[in-house]
């Protein structure tokens, strides 16, 4: 047992060999986890939804306070 809970399915990857890792998602209030996805699963995991809205709304922000020159 890996004690690896999978991003997309939230089944624990009982085989190491099938365990992927993905990346590090930081916490605000403690180190953080490691994110890791059955080898099946890997292309199915899509962005983190809260990184992509901070992104999103930082481009907006910066479209709207370009100046015309």
Known sequence: MTG??????D?????PDDAV??????AA???GWDVWAHREHVDLVG????AVRIL????????LSTRKE
């Open 47 to 50: 962005p983190d939804p809260d």
């Open 21 to 26: 890792y993905l990346g590090h998602k930081e």
């Open 4 to 9: 690896h809970v999978c991003r997309h399915c």
């Open 11 to 15: 089944e624990e990857i009982t085989d």
């Open 29 to 31: 209030s403690a180190p």
């Open 56 to 63: 999103a709304r930082v481009l907006i922000a910066r479209a």
